[in-house]
């Protein structure tokens, strides 16, 4: 429960790269001008599971999970859970 409190602390950090924005939409398959800000907002959904695993936090929420880099708050990627 602890490293969920730490995420949502540091939740203005969260940030990616133009390929992480890029394969964000593409695994995804949203439009969405933000997709840092779509990201969050899932993260911030009250359903969310987050977890840490190794160095990486995993978000998982509807049927969308989110890979968080746990050092830098940087989005690596996000999948739709099948």
Same mark, same amino acid.
């Given at each position: %429960? &602890? @490293?969920?409190?730490? !995420? *949502? +602390?540091?939740?203005? #950090?969260?940030? /990616? /790269? &133009? %390929? =992480?924005? +890029?394969?964000?939409?593409?695994? !995804?398959?949203?439009? /969405?001008? @933000? $997709? $840092?800000?779509?990201? #969050?907002?899932?993260? *911030? @959904? #009250?359903?969310?599971?987050?977890?840490?695993? =190794? #160095?990486?936090?995993?978000?998982? $929420?509807?049927?969308?999970?989110? /890979?968080?880099?746990?050092?830098?708050?940087?989005?690596?990627?996000?999948?739709? $859970?099948?």
């Amino acid at each position: %429960m &602890e @490293d969920k409190k730490i !995420l *949502l +602390d540091n939740i203005d #950090k969260i940030h /990616t /790269t &133009e %390929m =992480g924005i +890029d394969r964000i939409k593409r695994n !995804l398959k949203i439009d /969405t001008a @933000d $997709v $840092v800000e779509y990201c #969050k907002n899932k993260v *911030l @959904d #009250k359903n969310c599971n987050i977890y840490k695993q =190794g #160095k990486n936090w995993y978000c998982e $929420v509807e049927n969308t999970k989110i /890979t968080i880099n746990s050092y830098s708050y940087t989005i690596i990627t996000a999948h739709i $859970v099948k």
